[in-house]
Nanobody, 124 residues
């Protein structure tokens, strides 16, 4: 069984920064791409960012490109999302996800394991 646990969410003013972390435990992946998604109230879950197993490839939603940075720890079992220049429209529950393949994807259905989510609230 694979477990993903997010942390680092909270309340921040517009223009501020937060760093989300996702720790992966349980069955060890031989390779796993990771992603971050978010879901605002009344909206569908949307792609935010993804990173390959090696960390050499990253993808971002247009809405966060240039403001957010996804990265992996050296042990590959931790993924981070550095969020800068936050806007009120970034307010959402942020979810970490893992897929049993080294190639990152943007689609929700391409991921096999999910964390419980962490709330990010950006005040204006």
């Amino acid at each position: 069984q694979v477990q993903l646990v997010e942390s680092g969410g909270g309340l921040v003013q517009a223009g501020g920064s937060l760093r989300l972390s996702c720790a992966v435990s349980g069955r060890t992946f031989s390779s796993a791409a990771m992603g971050w998604f978010r879901q605002a109230p009344g909206k569908e879950r949307e792609f935010v960012a993804a990173i390959s197993w090696t960390g050499g490839s990253t993808y971002y939603a247009d809405s966060v490109k240039g403001r957010f940075i996804i990265s992996r720890g050296n042990a590959k079992n931790t993924v981070y999302l550095q969020m800068n220049s936050l806007k009120p429209e970034d307010t959402a529950v942020y979810y970490c996800a893992a897929r049993s393949d080294m190639t990152p994807r943007r689609a929700y259905d391409d991921y096999d394991y999910w964390g419980q989510g962490t709330q990010v609230t950006v005040s204006s």
